[in-house]
């Protein structure tokens, strides 16, 4: 089964988010995560779409976690309004967008190029970077945007149990002769690099920034 490397909570734009500095990089995130964030409900549900029963019901504990049908606001609710806090504080980045954009359209790509594992093993590759990189930032987070980190504070646990049940769900597909473990693998790292994509676009904007 995969190895997974944890390597977002080492990137040069959480370790500025974890620091504090500079405060505007909480807008720069928000609009550059934003259109990735907002394509999560239809790249999940092409992957739900396509499973068995028995993968679907596992997945559909995730789907309503995401759409908010489980005690909780959605996902993209919750971004919603760190989205429109941070911005109004600290200014729009508009221009960033293009970064969750071309992988939001990566991500429904990569997600409708095969069976539900492809979906399911892209799925991981966000989910498991998460819960440690946004708690290694929740104390800021709350001290720099008040009520507005909830988002963060929500997916420092939830994303958890998203990692555990998108591996249960591979384990399941390499069982029953569903996937390969080269197509789970290249699928995974494929969608890690439009992951990384959003964050080192972000992260050289910032850059270019701090030096005018």
Known sequence: MLSIDQWLIEHPFFVALRTGFPKNAWAMYAEAAAPLIYTVPTFLGVTLARTDARAREILSEVWAEELGMAENLSHPVLFQKFHQGVTQRWGRHVHLQRFGVKAGIGMIELCSSGDWPVG?????????????????????????????????????????????????LLDYALTKGLATEDEIEAAYFASAELLRSVFDGVCAEMNAASTH
């Open 120 to 168: 399911v093993a892209a799925m991981l590759a966000h989910e498991s970077q998460f819960p440690p990189a946004y708690e290694s930032m929740l104390a800021v987070a709350k001290q720099d945007l008040g009520d507005d980190s909830e988002f963060f504070d929500v997916h420092a646990l939830v994303d958890i149990e998203h990692t555990q049940t998108s591996t249960r």
